[in-house]
């Protein structure tokens, strides 16, 4: 369930596993032991994070709010992992304000979330992607593993695509790759990269498409598969009043008239 509306944003920095979980009254040697713990865990990681000393400042963009809590504790340890998540968010609105307001070097980034999904925060991230000195580098970080989502997102400026099957441990080594500036994609996914963008038979960007966003791209294609506006809404967890808004907002940019021609188009796409 989408959680758009909690309060998310900068994060004041990390904490360590003692600060998190305070027992009250605890011991002093108690706290040593922990920090003994903490130290062997690290496996002789520096004092700047990761054994090779790296840092990444992060911010976490997803609806599902256990599903940030679930990545935060699993690549948060910063004097472990060397990774920092500074801001979380739960949208697009706040994901391009919280991202304009820590400038993190890398974001973990879902591809479907309310408000245009992540092809529209890259849109409108496209000025720190290109600062040449603190370029924001992207990450797709999704459950999904549609083609056009994987192409959709790496077209918009993402340095990669993981699904969210990926280890912790897998996922703090992809965050500082795409921070060094590579390319990374889950293994499953990158011969299929490969492949879409060098096949002739790919298809040509369709700038029509890409004046949709991600939201009405959904909704197009469940008109085109004869659903009626209150089955959109159920499925896509808005009102049946935000479904016919994104009609007319597809029929407008694509300068269609009517949900037959809408169908016609989509299937002419091979979009259904």
């Given at each position: ?67 940030r809590t679930g990545v935060q504790a ?191 188009w989509a299937t002419a796409r091979r979009?259904?």
């Amino acid at each position: 369930m989408s959680d758009a509306s909690e309060p998310v944003g900068p994060r004041g920095g990390s904490e360590s596993a003692a600060e998190a979980n305070p027992q009250a009254g605890a011991p002093e040697p108690a706290q040593s032991a922990d920090a003994t713990a903490e130290a062997a865990e690290a496996g002789g990681a520096s004092a700047g994070g990761d054994p090779e000393g790296r840092r990444a400042r992060v911010v976490l963009v997803d609806d599902h709010r256990m599903f940030r809590t679930g990545v935060q504790a699993e690549i948060g340890r910063t004097a472990i992992t060397g990774v920092e998540v500074v801001g979380e968010a739960a949208d697009v609105d706040q994901a391009v304000t919280v991202i304009t307001t820590t400038r993190p070097e890398v974001v973990l980034l879902d591809v479907h979330l309310p408000g245009g999904g992540g092809v529209e925060v890259l849109r409108r991230c496209a000025p720190l992607m290109s600062d040449a000195e603190r370029p924001v580098r992207f990450l797709a970080l999704s459950v999904s593993d549609a083609a056009e989502d994987v192409i959709g997102v790496i077209r918009g400026g993402a340095r990669g695509y993981v699904t969210k099957t990926i280890t912790g441990t897998d996922l703090v080594d992809s965050i500082f790759r795409v921070q060094d500036g590579d390319a990374v994609f889950s293994p499953r996914l990158a011969g299929f990269v490969l492949d879409a963008f060098a096949s002739t038979d790919a298809p040509p960007v369709d700038e029509d498409l890409d004046r949709l966003t991600q939201r009405e791209r959904e909704v197009l294609r469940l008109i085109a598969r004869g659903y009626a506006y209150k089955e959109i809404a159920k499925q896509l967890f808005i009102s049946v009043k935000t479904v016919e808004s994104h009609v007319s907002a597809v029929l407008r940019k694509l300068q269609l008239s009517n949900r037959h021609e809408l169908t016609r188009w989509a299937t002419a796409r091979r979009l259904v």
